[in-house]
């Protein structure tokens, strides 16, 4: 069974990252990637400073190179299953019948978006119906603009894309907005359309509004839908992981779960974590990774020194 001081899951800007300081760290890494990243279906990333409109399978393409030229090793496929702890070490199964052994882990599986359940709105996600305004509003600037409503925070979403363009209308459903609400929307010449989108409109490959439950149709360009973020947090709540009600891992400052040796970075742990925060995030908990193994190396070495005096 191959071993290696740090196995990370989840091939990312996050696991990346940190694979990238843990394998300058002169530490054994493998990572372990299914190869489908959550911002797989989008054409760039924003935000990314000197990587700012470039492809985000070319950043991945790249972090990779950058870990292999370090010693860094990857191995396609996921983790099907983890189990063991820090003291006789973490049994890591893939889905190919490989199994693993690592002194620590690093779980950066991210999360998945769970879209409104609505006709057409799937097979246009990250091309015009989108979700982030600091990803995806600049690019969208000036164009009619629609929000999907879909819970008491939907609203100040709304006056969030309005930042991008003036000519945004507000999807909710009727009787959920209150006087208050109504005021603001209305102050910065927010449309409101009260009732049910029943399914998205498309011509010639490009969106071109919503038709409503009652008949109506409502001309718009480009939709933003803030979905549901759901963790893919399934391996650490079976290792033991404490975990939240909606399934985030309960973590310290720096990324480590309640399971002493496993940490977590990106997503799977913080839902707002973009391309580069998850990276930095990545960074962080390799730090502290490498810190935890210093200490016990050191440990081993007194050990093995007082047992040869």
Not at 127 to 138: A, I, K, N, S
């Amino acid at each position: 069974m191959d071993k290696y001081d740090v196995v990370v899951i989840g091939g990312g800007a996050a696991g990346l990252s940190a694979a990238l300081v843990l394998s300058r760290a002169r530490r054994r890494v493998l990572v372990v990637d299914s190869g489908m990243p959550r911002n797989g279906p989008a054409k760039h990333m924003h935000g990314f400073l000197s990587r700012d409109g470039l492809p985000p399978g070319d950043l991945l393409a790249s972090g990779r190179e950058d870990v292999k030229a370090y010693g860094g090793r990857f191995l396609d496929g996921t983790a099907s299953e983890i189990g063991g702890d820090r003291t006789q070490g973490f049994r890591v199964q893939t889905s190919n019948g490989q199994e693993i052994l690592a002194r620590r882990l690093l779980v950066a599986t991210g999360l998945r978006d769970e879209l409104p359940n609505i006709p057409g709105l799937g097979e246009r996600w990250a091309r015009d119906v989108l979700h982030c305004p600091y990803c995806h509003g600049y690019e969208v600037r000036e164009l009619p603009l629609g929000v999907l409503g879909s819970g008491p925070d939907s609203v100040q979403y709304a006056q969030l894309i309005r930042q991008w363009a003036p000519d945004v209308v507000y999807l909710t459903s009727t009787g959920t907005l209150t006087a208050a609400q109504r005021a603001e929307l209305a102050a910065r010449a927010i449309e409101v359309v009260e009732g049910t989108v029943s399914r998205v409109l498309v011509l010639d490959d490009q969106l071109c509004g919503v038709e409503m439950a009652d008949g109506r149709t409502i001309g718009r360009d480009v939709l933003f839908v803030p979905p549901r973020f759901v963790p893919n947090s399934g391996l650490l709540a079976a290792l033991g992981c404490n975990v939240d009600d909606a399934g985030w891992p309960v973590m310290d400052s720096t990324g480590q779960t309640t399971v002493s040796g496993v940490w977590v970075a990106g997503n799977v742990g913080n839902p707002r974590a973009q391309v580069i925060s998850a990276a930095g995030e990545g960074s962080a908990a390799a730090i502290a990774i490498n810190s935890d193994l210093v200490d016990e190396d050191v440990r081993d070495a007194v050990k093995a020194f007082n047992a040869g005096s």
